[in-house]
């Protein structure tokens, strides 16, 4: 009923007022809305002096209900052959996909299951855009199809290594197959996305910890590192990055051939002024680390006071990477809409990653777009992002 409420009242505002920004629809105005409506119930505002009764069981179960965006439009098919689904190992219930829907998925799976059927039946080889992760439930109900194994299809096959975001409390792959079907068909390539553990169940740094066994897995499998493109919005930016920091601190492994940060999270103590001045617009909601209920509270030391000490660790590379040493990271493309409460955030980044590696840096702002634009495909601006990911990773 809540979400009804919020819809209803977007877009009577929208047909009233006119559009929040010129050059926004309807769709995009109430998706924004219910996502932010969303939020604003699961972060309620709290004080060290309540961290007591915290019930983070709860509060994890809110956050699996939470809309993320939903795109308007899914491409299920890439460049030569559909997205293909593999059955996770963290029992996601399927009926908390994040605005998707386990119909949607099964639906998506059939498809590909008949497809790939008839491509072996006709002799084609066996080549594969995407990769994304369904629920358990979804691989179980059509036991028969068979996994998708991310090795490499061919020598020379260059991959994607994603990981979703969702400010590391919410969001699955799930959740953000749709744009990364996108990304797959645009650039060609597949793309591996993570099912990492989500926070305040497993905090920092179980979240590093499954970044590295991921990209030293898709090592094993046999491809060099210079063939793995590392990529994430939001969170997951925020995980690639410390993804590379720790690559580049061990040495015994070599960094990726590229980063692709989509509005990525640079740091935890977020404090740019793009914050207040983009909250009209943003689907984000601004929940002070002065919350214990702030997802990046419950990240970092969840149950924890904030105290003098705890902003000082704050500041640690691996969660503050533009304070890290940037020197040697791979040519990367970081991408934000100029309606994003994170922007000043990632300005900041990204002029500290400037200083590091120069013009392998390429920096792009898409007006009135908001965070994690990506995900509204059907968007020109979305359309146009896509395009610049491919060849950014065709020449990098």
């Not at 939020?39 to 007591?52: K, M, Q, R």
Request: aromatic share 8%.
């Amino acid at each position: 009923m809540a979400v009804l409420w919020t819809i209803a009242k977007s877009v009577v505002a929208y047909v009233v007022r006119g559009p929040r920004l010129p050059s926004w629809d309807m769709y995009m105005q109430v998706a924004c809305d219910v996502a932010r409506a969303g939020s604003v119930a699961c972060f309620p505002p709290s004080a060290d002096g309540n961290l007591g009764p915290a019930d983070y069981e709860r509060i994890q179960q809110a956050f699996a209900r939470t809309p993320i965006p939903a795109t308007k439009v899914a491409r299920t098919a890439g460049v030569s052959g559909p997205i293909r689904f593999r059955a996770d190992t963290a029992g996601v219930d399927g009926e908390a996909m994040c605005g998707i829907g386990l119909a949607w998925a099964e639906a998506a799976f059939r498809a590909l299951v008949a497809e790939d059927a008839a491509a072996a039946a006709g002799g084609r080889p066996r080549m594969v855009a995407g990769e994304v992760v369904a629920p358990r439930a979804v691989y179980e109900s059509h036991g028969n199809a068979r996994a998708l194994d991310p090795a490499p299809l061919a020598a020379d096959e260059r991959i994607i290594l994603y990981f979703h975001g969702g400010a590391y409390v919410m969001g699955s792959p799930a959740s953000h197959c749709q744009a990364l079907g996108e990304i797959a068909h645009a650039a060609g390539r597949r793309c591996f996305l993570v099912d990492y553990r989500l926070a305040p169940r497993h905090p920092f740094p179980a979240q590093l910890h499954d970044a590295l066994i991921a990209y030293r897995h898709l090592v094993a499998l046999g491809y060099p590192p210079a063939a793995i493109a590392v990529a994430g919005d939001s969170a997951g930016g925020h995980i690639a990055l410390g993804l590379l920091l720790l690559l580049k601190h061990a040495a015994s492994t070599p960094l990726p051939g590229a980063l692709l940060l989509l509005a990525p999270m640079t740091a935890i103590d977020l404090h740019g002024a793009s914050i207040t001045a983009n909250a009209a617009y943003d689907y984000l909601v601004n929940t002070p680390l002065e919350w214990p209920t702030s997802p990046l509270r419950m990240f970092y030391r969840p149950g924890h006071r904030l105290s003098e000490e705890y902003r000082r660790e704050l500041q640690h590379p691996l969660l503050a990477p533009a304070a890290a040493d940037l020197a040697g990271f791979p040519p990367t493309l970081i991408q934000v809409g100029d309606r994003d409460m994170l922007l000043d955030d990632i300005s900041e980044f990204a002029a500290a990653l400037a200083q590091a590696i120069g013009p392998a840096l390429r920096y792009e702002k898409f007006p009135d777009m908001v965070h994690v634009f990506h995900r509204f495909v059907y968007r020109p601006e979305a359309v146009r992002a896509f395009a610049a990911i491919a060849d950014f990773l065709a020449s990098a």
